[in-house]
């Protein structure tokens, strides 16, 4: 199973083993890892499991929908912003590290 | 052991109070009472990815089973609270186990509304509130040549659509109201949703009170409406609407209203018992404060945080813009803020183009908003309404002005030190 390193605002991480096919807000969420509230569940509707996603990884580009969501996310939006639950994890991601902002509201 | 926090129903509301008062701190010992078998489960997707087969029940869990070990909240599933003692501090099992507390919360949600009508035990007919249901639901459509679904509110609607995506069915739906949705959208709104349902196939009758469903041999055959005409089915599906779960909330002599009665850290009447979620009734800032009892994950989830900020003396924040979604027919709906009070109505976006949103206001003050497939529309609208953002209906309706621009981040900019 790949592994996804959750970090917190303190720099303190968190290791995930998860499997492929979900996404990266579910297996955040599954595993109580804090600060990615994800209000709608995944259905790209509610901008609260905004992360900062590391560099040097084969990441899909945003669709349009999550594009224009990322302009009204809480904390600062970033280059590396992206809604966690649009990427779907895959042995490629082996390894990412996404940064949790400050803030989902 | 400690008398903690005992928290009956493990669904969106008991699941988020549990995890986020971990969150803030919250040391003593802390159990989740719940009446369904199933791990702890996203309810939305019922009516939605798991009738159309894209998603499966282990899709669904709110938290690993890991999760509640480590953060030590313990669960007991397939037990029912059947009792209250708010001066003993005493909860009583189905089972008959007696459980102590030092605070309880109330997130016992809602449960499907039984019919008004005969003929609702016949085989054939079902409901759709929990994942038994779902799955149940699930194997009768397989089967199914003519489904009727009685109620034209979201979950209704959801499922016909989603019904009408698998094909090789009729499906009908009825309903005693003049229009679909009544109760939780436009008019505007369900006339565009209603065009869409008839173009899938779906038939539409409406202003048509049930007299009884019919059966023969004790399964489902017609369902009989008032002026005596009969439709044809082989499974019928309720969608009436809930009852909410606040039976042992009254037999406690706790205030209730429209359900358990709260203030906006859910502080029911008793100091020690707090309720939320589909349960609890508490006045709005977004309906002049009247009384407003929600169902939706957005409710149950604010509920969470706010009681659980309440308990642990965090500060506990402003209501929030309210918020709901649906998803059927290709269609993300969306609602922000409460469309009660409402008399001026623009629209701003194309219909035609099937991507648009409805700006509602009550005298000169923004209310509400309905975005169809225009999600970040519809972040922008919830802001604006949380901020109570002086916006002119000519404004809303102005596709040339950029929203979030104009009214969000220049307050913003001025906000800033
Ligand atoms: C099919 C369907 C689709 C939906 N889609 C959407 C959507 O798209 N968007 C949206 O915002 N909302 C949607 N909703 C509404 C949303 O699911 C509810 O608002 C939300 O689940 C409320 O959460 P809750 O925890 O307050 O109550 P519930 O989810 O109703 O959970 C209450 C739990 O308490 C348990 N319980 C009850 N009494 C007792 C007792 N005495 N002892 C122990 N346990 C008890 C129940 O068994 C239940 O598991 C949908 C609902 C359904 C049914
Ligand atoms: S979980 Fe709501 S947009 Fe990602």
Not at chain 2, 10 to 38: D, F, K
């Amino acid at each position: 199973m790949p592994t996804i390193i959750y970090e917190q605002p303190d720099g303190i991480r968190r290791r995930v083993d998860a499997p492929e096919g979900i996404d990266l807000m579910l297996a955040a969420k599954r595993n109580g890892v804090r600060g990615i509230e994800a209000d709608c569940g995944g259905a790209c509707a509610c901008a609260t499991c905004h992360v900062y996603v590391g560099d040097g990884f084969p990441l899909p580009e945003p669709e349009p929908e999550e594009q224009a969501m990322l302009a009204e996310v809480a904390a600062e939006r970033l280059p590396q912003s992206r809604l966690a639950c649009q990427i779907t994890i895959t042995s490629a991601l082996d390894g990412l590290v996404l940064r949790i902002p400050a803030r989902q509201f | 052991m400690r008398d903690g926090m005992l928290i009956l129903g493990a669904s969106h509301a008991g699941v988020l109070l549990a995890a986020t008062l971990r969150e803030n701190g919250w040391e003593e010992p802390i159990t989740i009472v719940g009446e369904e078998p199933s791990p702890p489960y996203q309810r939305p997707p019922l009516s939605k990815g798991l009738i159309a087969g894209e998603v499966e029940p282990e899709d669904l869990a709110l938290r690993s089973f890991g999760f509640f070990r480590d953060a030590e909240i313990s669960l007991e599933l397939g037990s029912a609270a059947v009792a209250v003692d708010p001066a003993g501090r005493e909860v009583t099992l189905s089972d008959g186990r007696r459980l102590r507390y030092g605070c309880l919360a109330l997130a016992t949600g809602a449960t499907a509304r039984p019919a008004p009508f005969e003929g609702a035990d016949l085989d054939g007919v079902a409901v759709l509130r929990t994942l038994s249901d779902a799955l149940m639901l699930r194997e009768r459509i397989a089967a199914a040549g003519e489904v009727v679904i009685v109620g034209a509110g979201y979950i209704g609607l959801e499922l016909s659509a989603g019904l009408a995506a698998l094909g090789g069915r009729h499906v009908t739906v009825v309903d005693c109201g003049r229009r679909i949705l009544a109760r939780a959208a436009s008019a505007t709104l369900a006339t565009f949703v209603a065009e869409r349902h008839r173009h899938a196939g779906t038939r539409l009758i409406l202003g048509a009170r049930i007299a009884r469903l019919n059966g023969a041999g004790g399964r489902v055959t017609d369902v009989e409406l008032a002026d005596g005409s009969r439709i044809a089915a082989d499974l019928v599906v309720l969608a009436i609407g809930v009852r909410r779960n606040d039976h042992l909330a009254r037999v406690a002599g706790l205030a209730c209203d429209d359900g358990v009665l709260v203030n906006r850290a859910g502080r029911t009447s008793d100091p020690r018992i707090v309720a939320l979620g589909d349960c609890a009734v508490r006045h709005s800032r977004f309906a002049d404060g009247a009384l407003v009892r929600l169902e939706c994950v957005q409710n149950a989830q604010d509920g969470a945080r706010a009681a659980a900020a309440g308990l642990t003396g965090k500060p506990v924040g402003m209501e929030p813009t309210p918020w709901f979604w649906s998803d059927q027919l290709g269609l993300r709906l969306q609602t922000a803020g409460l469309t009660s009070g409402v008399d001026r109505t623009v629209q701003r976006g194309s219909r035609e183009q099937g991507r648009f949103s409805l700006w509602h206001f009550a005298g000169p003050r923004l209310r509400a908003v309905e975005t169809v497939n225009a999600p970040a529309e519809h972040l922008v609208a919830r802001k604006l309404l949380q901020a109570g953002c002086p916006i002119s209906p000519a404004e809303a309706a102005d596709t040339r002005i950029d929203l979030g621009a104009r009214f969000l981040r220049r307050e913003m900019a001025l906000s800033a030190p």
